[in-house]
Nanobody, 120 residues
Framework: QVQLVESGGGLVQPGGSLRLSCAASGSIFHIYGMGWYCQAPGKQRELVASITSGGSTNYADSVKGRFTISRDNAKNTVDLQMNSLKPEDTAVYYC??????????????WGQGTQVTVSS
């Protein structure tokens, strides 16, 4: 089994910064991809950024140039550096990982979410 735990959320003013972290633990053979999703009240969950084990990244258009995703394969962690935050970034942010737990075993796992609120 695999567990993902997020941290780093909180309340910040517009233009401020936050750094979200996610740590994966459990029966991990290999993590192929990791990503961050957000879900605002009344909206569907959306991809914010993703990164492969090889370091290839993908970002939502709304966060390009402001957010940076990174990962440490040795520690099974992924971070999201969030700069120039806007009120519309307010949402619950969820960590996601595509994890192999053994030969021929692949699953999709989610963290519990961490609240990010951008308000003056």
């Amino acid at each position: 089994q695999v567990q993902l735990v997020e941290s780093g959320g909180g309340l910040v003013q517009p233009g401020g910064s936050l750094r979200l972290s996610c740590a994966a633990s459990g029966s991990i053979f290999h993590i192929y991809g990791m990503g961050w999703y957000c879900q605002a009240p009344g909206k569907q969950r959306e991809l914010v950024a993703s990164i492969t084990s090889g370091g290839s990244t993908n970002y939502a258009d709304s966060v390009k140039g402001r957010f940076t995703i990174s990962r440490d394969n040795a520690k099974n962690t992924v971070d999201l550096q969030m700069n120039s935050l806007k009120p519309e970034d307010t949402a619950v942010y969820y960590c996601n990982a595509a994890v192999s737990t053994g030969w021929g075993k692949l699953g999709d796992y989610w963290g519990q979410g961490t609240q990010v609120t951008v308000s003056s």
